[in-house]
């Protein structure tokens, strides 16, 4: 390889136009001055710059150029969507791995192209435009660009006018930098001039060892949806191409037409419509549990008097949650649909992955039964892109965190207390003989629980210990108390019909060493059994008019909606048919197992026996054929809206 300079004519075209290009770039979005006249003078070098190749060594210059190239393109990309502070978590292992997603993508590309100029350029440009792509989605939704998000790319689209597309500094240093690269790309005029095929056949083995080896090193690596977690977890290219993995869902063994179609006979006698619907209230509670479902503690005052008291008119117990944590969209969506995190891939987030343009929910059946559906969540609405579900679900309405109080807060959060007002509020207002249907989902418990503030004073305590952010999260717990108190005693004195399910979403996340203290081994080393304590919440259904109480030791979310309709005097879809069933068997489920009906115990799926495989195999088939089955769909099963 020989390097010289030289100076063409044309040369100077080219220096004007990145000139007034690179002017225009600091003009919008003012960067350092020093930046602006290094990067023209390296320009300027680079456009003198000639490279001579030795054929002789082509096959190197093309490794090295392809192993550079993918390190480069790595670390532009995390550079382009991340801070110094985001940057700095992703580990050394990912990194690597987002590199070696780079250089099978580079090296698939150069089997195309038979030439390094090109393989670099186009490569290096398709990554860019990919993170291009998800520093505009997440500037605008509050998450990242996924491979599912291409269904509604159409809709981005007809919305992209409304937004306003501005650049930071480490865009416009992107910009520059690879600039320069491809500047210098395009003076490395490497390809095969002999030996195509050995070549090509070299670099198609490269690509399928790279994939293997990728495909076996992620397998326990879940894709993250949520805001930034999958540039600073996963590294970016390596959160998207987890994103296709898990988009993929295989149908369940055994599964047919005829299988379905046989289903829908066994459950196709129907129940009349009931002249008398209660006004039906669901509250999903962010971050609520009773964590001496794990473990026994004392504390200097009763955490939630108030809900232990419940005791008439009232159907009570706990319930199974898929996720411990976060992710509480995917609670949300068991509860409404039916559908369990069971069959999905772990990590997944059915919200941002797998929704359907009409997914059959309560929303829809009870919309299919005059209801007037309401959506109320006092946070913002791009969170879990529920802006983007709620209005394919059904819902009529819907009241994001600038239709509450903002300054009605806890902590940061807006409070229970404000949101159940809100509830209140639209009761009130709604007309006379209208159906209603809320759901709403609170905020004022989230994680996490070490910051103190001045508008919040934590009342309990962990005795014989020192727990602090346990004590924060229990002292909410206790407020949520108050609150609940509040909402039951105005619907006591309401004379309409009214029903209100209650849940928690999942358990908080604490310090390892105060789960250790409920358990004695923390979260790891844990029996099935132990494992499921951590994953259950409290739930009832309560109605302001007499009802049969009732205890149920264990269930999970994605009955609720069954045990509502059912208690509100609705008559059950096919589908809820179908699961109240399968409750006899099958009591509880969820992603991390099931309870066992025969044999009182908590189990693993693959450790289903009997009657045991038969339901869930059924229930696998029908979620199937309800959010993969596009053109097989069973209307009988899932109508969405008959009128």
Known sequence: MKIRLKFEREDVYWIIAIFVFSIVLFLRTPFSIGVLIGFLAAYVGIK?????????????????????????????????????????????????????????????????????????????????????????????????????????????????????????????????????????????????????????????????????????????????????????????????????????????????????????????????????????????????????????????????????????????????????????????????????????????????????????????DLKNYGYTCVAMHPYYETGWSRNLVYPDLGFDEMYFINHFDEDALLRKYISDQEFYEKIIERYESKAKNENLFIMGISMQNHGGYTEKYDNFAEKIRVLAGNYPDANQYLSLLNESDKALEYLIRYFENVEEPVEIVFFGDHQPSLRTDFYKRLNGKGLSGLTITELQNLYKVPFFIWTNYESEEEEIPITSLNYLSTLALERAGLPLPAYNRFLKSMMEYVPAINSRGFYSAAEGRYKYLSEAEGEEVDWIRQYETLQYNNMFDREGQSKFFFPYLTK
């Not at 790319?153 to 306003?164: F, H, Q, R, W």
């Not at 772990?346 to 997914?359: A, D, F, K, L, T």
């Open 48 to 364: 003198w710059l000639v490279i001579e190749w030795k054929g002789s060594l082509v096959w190197l210059w093309t490794a090295a150029g392809i192993f550079l190239s993918s390190i480069f393109s790595t670390y532009m990309v995390q550079y382009l969507l991340l801070d110094a502070n985001l940057r700095a978590n992703i580990t050394d292992s990912k990194l690597r791995l987002n590199i070696l997603c780079c250089m099978v993508l580079y090296t698939g590309v150069q089997v195309i192209t038979n030439h390094l100029q090109l393989t670099c350029i186009i490569s290096h440009l398709t990554l860019m435009l990919l993170a291009g792509i998800n520093y505009f989605v997440y500037m605008f939704r509050g998450n990242e660009f996924i491979f599912s998000d291409i269904r509604s790319v159409s809709t981005g689209l007809s919305v992209a006018g409304n937004y306003e597309f501005t650049l930071d500094e480490r865009a416009v240093y992107v910009i520059l930098l690879s600039t320069l690269y491809i500047s210098f790309i395009r003076k490395c005029n490497v390809s095969f001039v002999k030996h195509k095929i050995w070549m090509r056949a070299v670099c198609i083995s490269l690509v399928l060892a790279g994939s293997l080896y990728l495909a076996e090193a992620t397998e326990s690596i879940v894709t993250e949806t949520w805001e930034q977690k999958g540039s600073y977890r996963n590294g970016y290219v390596l959160n998207f191409l987890l994103s296709i993995r898990d988009y993929f869902v295989q149908p369940p063994e055994g599964y047919s037409k005829e299988a379905v179609e046989a289903l829908e006979a066994m459950y196709s006698i129907g129940e009349e419509v009931t002249e008398e619907k209660p006004t039906i209230i669901a509250i999903m509670s962010e971050s609520y549990a009773d964590l001496t479902t794990i473990g026994a503690f004392a504390t200097n005052e009763e955490v939630t008097p108030y809900f232990d008291s419940l005791q008439e008119n009232i159907v009570r117990g706990y319930a199974l949650s898929s996720v411990f944590g976060a992710k509480t969209s995917n609670c949300e969506w068991e509860f409404l649909t039916g559908n369990t995190m069971a069959f999905l891939p772990s990590g997944s987030v059915v919200y941002q992955q797998y929704i359907s343009e009409e997914p059959t929910s309560l929303v829809s």
